[in-house]
């Protein structure tokens, strides 16, 4: 029933930055918690960042301070600043939406996922 399409992923070098987004359709969209995961040849999936229907966010630690998440309603639009960017960072980044109204974290259940845009920072 949601359909989420991520945008913005490339090659960059270490310390660069990109903006990734993602936009979503779907029923009570903005009632739901957004998150962005990321997966890396060989290595488990994991969350980076996710924001609230009420805008609180958390990040993974590995990224703090360097990434933000945010979104802009009137756009259906999920972002992921990433700055600073590392080589470590070198993944695929998914968007996603969890399917249960309570909840938001890292660690959380999304029952809905994007297709994936990939980011690669070399040294």
């Known amino acids: 029933q949601v359909q989420l399409v991520e945008s913005g992923g490339g090659s960059v070098q270490a310390g660069g930055s990109l903006i990734l987004s993602c936009e979503a359709t779907?029923?009570?969209?903005?009632?739901?918690?957004m998150g962005w995961f990321r997966q890396a040849p060989g290595k488990e999936r994991e969350g980076v960042a996710v924001?609230?229907?009420?805008?609180?966010?958390r990040y993974a630690d590995s990224v703090k301070g360097r990434f933000t998440i945010s979104k802009d309603n009137a756009k259906n639009t999920v972002y992921l600043q990433m700055n600073s960017l590392k080589p470590e960072d070198t993944a695929m980044y998914y968007c996603a939406q969890r399917g249960w109204l309570y909840g938001c974290s890292t660690s959380a259940s999304f029952g809905y996922w994007g297709q994936g845009t990939q980011v690669t920072v070399s040294s």
């Open positions: 779907g029923y009570t969209y903005r009632s739901y918690c």
């Open positions: 924001i609230d229907s009420d805008g609180s966010t």
